[in-house]
């Protein structure tokens, strides 16, 4: 039998009072005789928290400032990110594993990642995001969608590149985007992501931007293939804006069909991008995760690689004021990531795995709004930070 | 002659280049043989930051935190905030001064604030926020604006205590509340707002929530309103959410006729709230002021008292990538916010006051993006922080 840990004096989230929690080859155990203790002085403890949504492969962390200098059309966008990433060296092993090794000490402990695949780059980023995961995967798990960033269907050779990255085990999850606004071709684009995800037995996880009745289309078609395909439960529509931007009643149908489906939604609640409705979501059992989405790259320089942050920002778009709406948003960083990458054994019972972060606060809420030091994250029972 | 102090190593904003500041009796002035040097390391060095919108007689400041309660309509919150500002102490001068001498070691040197003059209050927030500017006085300078948060015209009595908060100099500036959505009667509100002004030569600064042609009609009102009464420079609209959701068409006419009437926007850029057209105006000349809006009190759980982490979140909420428009944003935190307050010898130039902020930083986009440590604060030539 392995070490027993005991966490004394912290606020597991929930409980609403200090409760010891006992540590054993990783998991929560009942108590016992401890043979280390280590002192949480009051501070609210929550499962770790999930990065639902990000990509690391293109990050510049540790690199000096790179003033943006993209022009402002999408096309200029992607120009401007290809032509840089070479003169930057992105994707970097090193940087990514800086990167993860942050994350992992402000209480990240599992994250899915969206990978840039497409014949210009070959699988040059999933092995850059294999290695670093690789480097710190006794600090976070990673999983890694093989990410269609520059069209599927309308970039010929991709779709090999996915299933290959999917075949040799680099990549763990289907990605897509945007099958009608990206890919031209919505009903072909989703027979490709569903195809790929019923060969390798992997899950789906789609980026959907496109708004309006254009997006709110495309979740029909998604919740209905997700239907038909039998994956209910491993289907995930990234941003997903259309939900937030179609009209109350049509939203209604969405978010129903969404719970009904099985299919969770991951925002990351950036810029004044419109949000999915939290609080119907949760009366409808619709389940919500979150993300970082790029963290300072050539895309954006804003990122800052700590969900806490990024549950705070979810809550503040969301005009979360009470404690419980708050507790939602902080929902969507630790649960709703759990349930959107298929992690069992997620939480703090007895038996669940001992990933956990533990922040200063009276409750739950605060430790969100002021987002303070983390105290302790552990990553399968081991110490991850500080 | 005092003493003169040389700044050594800074990038003083817009010039690119480390530059040596040299600051004697409060002032920039030329350089010379200094008394003392001061270090700052190759930091970006930014005017004081300047908070043109606050609500600093509400905060909980330092106290425990208060689980918020209030139910979800507006008469809910009210009614919370008013029940529960007894319990509390608000306003406490105390709490006051905590919270501006955190938000001066932030890098704020100048504040608007809007304190609610009310019957059932009285002046009791205007003597509080009196007493704690007079504490800090040495370290950051508060400007009062008299709030009619309960209403003006619908809540008898307050027009008489903001004549009397302006005429004992406890106030300086004449606040106003949604004319048309909260007062009921635009044209009768105006007239007392700028009636006020007129008899106190005080500048006006109106919050302004309602929306879309509402919203848009008002703010046509307000801009006739300032022309006829030659109060061109002295007028802001705080918030002015219509500002953002109106058409394209009519956004562009009352952009221009702010520009040309000289009146300020102060946004928070809270929330998911519509936000000014930063691009627009700056191009049309109209100014935008930043601000932080209430900090930590029954209203609202959130707020940093940090004004380059709202010239951040401003950045963000606006989509801007680039640093020049990264930039643009931290314009409405310092210059913006000083043509708002109508405060001369604001600048880094010689003659100008020496209030700044000094921050890490390769460019002043990247100390805006990563909000570090102040390497430096001062206010009119004094240290504040660190």
Chains 1, 2 share one sequence.
């Not at 599992?110 to 480097?135: F, I, N």
């Not at 969405?254 to 489906?261: M, N, Q, T």
């Amino acid at each position: 039998m392995g070490e027993l840990t005991l966490l004394r004096d912290g606020n597991p989230w929930g409980t609403g009072t200090p409760t010891d929690l006992y540590i054993r080859n990783g998991r929560f155990v009942a108590a016992g005789e401890p043979d280390r203790v280590i002192d949480l002085a009051g501070a609210q403890v929550f499962p770790g928290l999930i990065d639902a949504h990000c990509h690391l492969d293109k990050t510049l962390w540790g690199a000096r400032w790179v003033p943006n200098t993209a022009g402002p059309r999408l096309a200029d966008k992607i120009d401007y990110v290809r032509r840089r990433g070479v003169e930057f060296g992105v994707p970097s092993a090193d940087r990514v594993a800086a990167l993860l090794r942050h994350m992992s000490s402000r209480g990240t402990t599992r994250v899915r990642t969206h990978t840039d695949v497409a014949p210009h780059l070959g699988l040059d980023g999933c092995h850059a995001v294999r290695e670093a995961a690789e480097q710190v995967a006794d600090r976070i798990t990673v999983q890694q969608a093989a990410f269609p960033q520059f069209g599927l269907l309308t970039n010929p050779g991709t779709l090999e590149l996915m299933d290959r990255a999917l075949r040799t085990g680099l990549a763990q999850v289907v990605g897509g985007i945007d099958p009608a606004g990206v890919d031209r071709d919505p009903v072909r684009h989703l027979d490709a992501v569903f195809g790929l995800a019923t060969t390798h037995a992997a899950p789906v996880d789609l980026h959907l931007h496109d708004r309006g009745t254009l997006g709110a289309w495309q979740l029909e078609l998604i919740i209905e293939r997700t239907r038909a395909t039998g994956m209910h439960g491993r289907v995930t529509v990234g941003h997903a804006y259309a939900l937030g931007d179609v009209e109350p009643a049509r939203q209604a149908d969405l978010v129903a069909g969404l719970a009904e489906a099985g299919i969770s939604i991951a925002t990351c609640a950036a810029h004044s991008d419109p949000l999915p409705p939290l609080h119907a979501m949760g009366a409808a059992g619709a389940n919500l995760a979150a993300g970082s989405d790029g963290i300072r790259d050539l895309w954006s320089p804003y990122g800052d690689g700590d969900m806490l942050t990024r549950a705070r920002q979810l809550a503040y778009r969301a005009d979360c004021h009470a404690d419980d709406e708050i507790e939602v948003a902080l929902r969507a960083a630790t649960f709703g990531g759990a349930i959107a990458l298929g992690h069992s054994g997620y939480g703090l019972r007895e038996g669940d795995v001992a990933d956990l972060v533990a922040v200063p606060g009276a409750t739950a809420a605060e430790s969100v709004v002021t987002c303070g030091e983390r105290a302790l994250v552990m990553h399968a029972g081991k110490v991850v930070a500080p």
